[in-house]
T-cell receptor, first 108, second 115 residues
């Protein structure tokens, strides 16, 4: 079983739609979590940290459920520019473990 | 601010040749990571350093791979001899460590093709 799992997608959604991604992690000692965005043939870039109480950054909302060991990302009012692969990360110590990513395509 | 800088951006080499990838972390960051990304395996951690000292190299595939960090502003990943299965994108990342709450900042990557 992989340490961090995600639905690979692709998720194809129309502009303006709300889309949610889930991610599960197996190491219960993981202490911090992030969402990264990766465009085709580019490096991963930090989208947002994930806090225990949940956090929001504009159209993006991240949630953490430690009891069930999953992280979620909600994107509201999706834009064409949101098309990318979204990677969740669970951190244990300094070991950043990346999920395989979920591909999102926002269609006009 | 300068981000993580990697070179070269692309490397095409023949099987058996030595390949050296280079990385300059963000100034002041005390952790440096080398990752490899392929379609099949995603992003895999190869090795990471703290204050120039290798901490965990359990992800290094085999003895053909070696990494060094001679000072706080430079690291290399060397593959000798290279094989076609080493073809991948190699990313270097750095962070201001401590609690693991500081995110990774990635370089642009080196796209390696071994023929």
């Amino acid at each position: 079983r992989k340490e961090v799992e995600q639905d690979p997608g692709p998720f194809n959604v129309p502009e303006g739609a709300t889309v949610a991604f889930n991610c599960t992690y197996s190491n219960s000692a993981s202490q911090s979590f992030f969402w990264y965005r990766q465009d085709c043939r580019k490096e991963p870039k930090l989208l947002m940290s994930v806090y225990s109480s949940g956090n929001e950054d504009g159209r993006f909302t991240a949630q953490l459920n430690r009891a069930s060991q999953y992280i979620s990302l909600l994107i509201r009012d999706s834009k064409l520019s949101d098309s990318a692969t979204y990677l969740c990360v669970a951190v244990y110590g300094q070991n950043f473990v990346f999920g395989p990513g979920t591909r999102l395509s926002v269609l006009p | 601010d300068a981000g993580v800088i990697q070179s070269p951006r692309h490397e095409v080499t023949e099987m058996g040749q030595e390949v050296t990838l280079r990385c300059k972390p963000i100034s002041g960051h005390d952790y440096l990571f080398w990752y490899r990304q392929t379609m099949m395996r995603g992003l895999e951690l190869l090795i990471y350093f703290n204050n120039n000292v290798p901490i965990d190299d359990s992800g290094m595939p085999e003895d053909r791979f070696s990494a060094k960090m001679p000072n706080a502003s430079f690291s290399t990943l060397k593959i000798q001899p290279s094989e076609p299965r080493d073809s991948a994108v190699y990313f270097c990342a750095s962070s201001l460590g401590g609690t693991g709450n500081s995110p990774l900042h990635f370089g642009n990557g080196t796209r390696l093709t071994v023929t």
